[in-house]
């Protein structure tokens, strides 16, 4: 009986890829299949070609071996068509975290990857509009951002990505809590749109951070729901209150941290900036709207 070839989309920039992709082909072995077959992403093609190229070919799972880009690109492209599977080689992995995806051991990561079952999860997409009148259109699996947020992801140093991993997101942040909000237009679904003095919003599918913190707690990539966080605090006071309701503390509703939820989000910026989707940052916005698939994606993930 003929087996359908599984597939490898691989970033080698990414940390770990060889060793990722020398995990995936034992893997195979393991499940009694034949080798993967391997593609891998260049500055050019980041994933979605390939990920296109391989399901032509008649792959029914389609791996990943990368970071959150990585990630991004070939979901939007694989959609429920096969089975996606994860091999976290990030800085922040934010979709495997939200995933439950083992990030300490590459092995079982790609034993999952190639022969796990399949979970529906939801898929995001993120229409972003430019100053110069032109549009870009993205798939997301965990959060969009604007405010601060962005602007954090937009000077963030390559290097420092690299050499410290999701710690390099922290200083810089912590350098910006005593920046004032700016003046964000948000319509969730049918309601009409009312303009925040925002910190950030956060249009946010998957809410788990590092050490456990979260965007917004509760939020799960399988829920079929987009949940908006307004984070706008006042005084430097009220990042106590955020930070705890992120690390675990029940939410009380507070000017300084709001959440709504909806399937379709659009946010109107009030002054040209950066866009962030899954951590690439867009520049030059004047608008996004996102949207959530409900079940657009089958992964190969533990079902709790």
């Keep these: 009986m003929a087996v359908d070839p599984v597939a490898l989309v691989l970033n080698p920039a990414s940390r770990g890829a060889q060793r990722a992709r020398r995990e995936v082909v034992i893997a195979c072995a393991e499940a009694g299949m034949p080798p993967p077959e391997i593609r891998s992403t260049t500055v050019a093609e980041p994933g979605a070609a390939q990920a296109r190229e391989l399901l032509a070919l008649g792959c029914t799972r389609v791996v990943v071996a990368g970071g959150d880009g990585t990630l991004r690109e070939v979901a939007g492209a694989v959609g429920d068509r096969a089975v996606l599977g994860v091999v976290p080689c990030g800085t922040a992995n934010l979709a495997a975290r939200n995933l439950g995806l083992p990030l300490r051991s590459t092995t079982a990561a790609a034993r999952l990857a190639v022969a796990g079952p399949g979970r529906r999860v ?5 229409e972003a509009s430019h100053e110069d009148g032109s549009s870009t259109s993205l798939p997301f699996l965990v959060v969009v951002g604007v405010g601060q947020d962005a602007e954090v992801l937009a000077t963030m140093i390559p290097e420092a990505k690299r050499r410290l991993g999701w710690l390099a997101y922290v200083t810089p942040g912590l350098s910006r809590l005593r920046r004032p909000g700016r003046p964000v237009g948000l319509r969730v679904d049918d309601a009409a749109e009312q ?43 009220d990042w106590g209150r955020v930070a705890a309701t992120g690390l675990g503390a029940p939410h009380r509703e507070h000017p300084a941290l709001r959440y ?9 910026l009030g002054a040209p900036g950066p866009v962030q989707v899954d951590g690439d940052v867009l520049p030059g916005c004047v608008s996004a709207r996102v949207e959530i698939r409900p079940g657009g994606l089958r992964v190969a993930a533990p079902t709790t």
Aim: aromatic share 2%.
């Design 122 to 126: 939801d898929l995001g997409r993120v």
């Design 195 to 237: 303009e925040e003095p925002a910190w950030s919003v956060l249009a946010v599918n998957g809410g788990r951070l590092p050490l456990g913190a979260r965007l917004v707690p509760g939020a799960r990539m399988d829920d079929g729901l987009l949940h908006v966080a307004v984070v706008g605090p006042r005084r430097l006071a």
């Design 260 to 268: 709504r939820q909806g399937r379709v989000a659009v946010l109107r």
